[in-house]
């Protein structure tokens, strides 16, 4: 084999370190040139600023330079052409892709009866726990006016890489590909869109963000069961509905709504989660049920549907999330352990 082909070759360990695919594959390997012993590689960049240059100039150094017949290698970047980078969207994106948005994923929507029982909290841990599983997920923050998977998560002040023109990266963290208006929008402003525009941001989450292959998407719905969290619905489907509840919601307002919503979108209700199910009290170590006992259970029943599991009230849940680390970062905690039940008992549910 000739120097350039094995150079080639080399090439193709080193993966762009957002788009998790070879160079080679991605076209981006602009030209090799060879001096005697001495290689230049030219990278061709989506945009010149790419922050993972450093990154890519190692992992290029390090697999070249895994040559016997290599002395030295140096790597100079350019960027692509408007062509290479719709080749390159074409490319990750599929045909297909517009047509029908996550074709061999398994699309959760995760909604509540209302506000405020710990929806994205439970949202983002699932997706989290999945994720440590070896699941590839990816999350998408549909309260796109009461976001708060970013603060969650961690990732308040970072922002997706968009490819002008083209398509949006998702944000990674913690293995989870995630996309919310939280991390578009600057600082903490408030928004005041109305219906057709929040449908519209959702479009382009589905077919505008480069999500990959994966095993599961989870939506966070906004709260509640109104005009906003049906059409969303409406757009998903091929989408599943998960619930979250708590125990003081009242069983049959909950179930009517719901039901309602499911019936209108066509969707199947495949399980539901009681959140802040009872307290551990740190003297006695005994589980307090204070919301009342085994309503989770008797909703579910209501529902037609599989109680997936119960959440314990946990200050260090709250805590964590003020904090933006998942709770669930450990499996082997006593959260994560729960956590890592509900997920079994999801992927049942196929
Ligand atoms: N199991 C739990 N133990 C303790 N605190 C929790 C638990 N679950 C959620 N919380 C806390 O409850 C508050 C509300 O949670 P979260 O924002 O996830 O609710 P939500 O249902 O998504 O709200 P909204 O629907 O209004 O967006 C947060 O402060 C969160 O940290």
């Known amino acids: 084999m000739e120097l350039k082909e ?25 030209e090799v040139v060879l001096d005697g012993s001495e290689v230049m590689v030219n990278v061709s960049l989506t945009t010149i600023g790419c922050p993972m240059k450093a990154k890519m100039e190692e992992d290029i150094k390090r697999e070249v330079g895994k040559l016997d017949e290599v002395t030295k290698v140096k790597v100079i970047f350019g960027e692509m052409s408007k062509e290479q980078k719709d080749k390159l969207i074409e490319k990750l994106h599929g045909k297909q892709k517009k047509a029908e948005p996550f074709k061999n994923t398994r699309v959760i929507a995760i909604g509540s009866g209302k506000g405020g029982v ?5 949202t983002a841990n699932l997706a ?4 440590e599983m070896g699941y590839k997920v990816g999350l998408i923050d549909a309260d796109i006016l009461g976001y708060s998977i970013p603060q969650i998560l961690g990732i308040k002040d970072v922002k997706p890489m968009a490819i002008e023109g ?6 990674e963290r ?20 109305r219906g057709p525009l929040l449908g519209g941001v959702l479009d382009q989450f589905m077919n505008d963000v480069y999500w990959g292959d994966l095993d599961y998407m989870l939506i966070d719905l906004p709260p509640g069961t109104g005009d906003v969290p049906l059409s969303l619905m409406q757009k998903l489907p091929k989408a599943e509905i998960l619930i979250v509840t708590t125990p003081q919601i009242t069983a049959a307002n ?8 499911a019936n209108k979108t066509n969707s199947k209700i495949i399980g539901l989660i009681e959140n802040m199910s009872y307290f551990v009290c740190n003297n006695c170590g005994e589980k307090h049920y204070i919301f009342g006992k085994a309503e989770g259970e008797k909703l579910s029943k209501e529902l037609n549907t599989t109680l997936l599991g119960e959440i314990p009230l946990v200050t260090g849940i709250r805590e964590d999330s003020d904090k933006g680390v998942p709770s669930v970062i450990d499996l082997e905690s006593e959260v994560g352990k729960v956590y890592k039940e509900i997920a079994k008992n999801l992927i049942e549910t196929k």
């Open 128 to 131: 989290v726990t999945l994720a």
């Open 254 to 261: 909950v179930a009517k709504r719901l039901g309602l919503m």
């Open 6 to 30: 094995k150079v080639y070759k080399a090439l193709e360990n080193v993966n762009d370190p957002e788009l998790h695919k070879s160079l080679v594959e991605l076209d981006m390997i602009e």
């Open 166 to 171: 083209g398509f949006i990266l998702p944000i």
């Open 118 to 122: 710990g929806k994205s909290t439970v």
């Open 174 to 193: 913690n293995g989870v590909k995630v996309m919310s208006m939280g991390n578009l929008v600057e600082g903490d402003q408030a928004l005041i869109w």
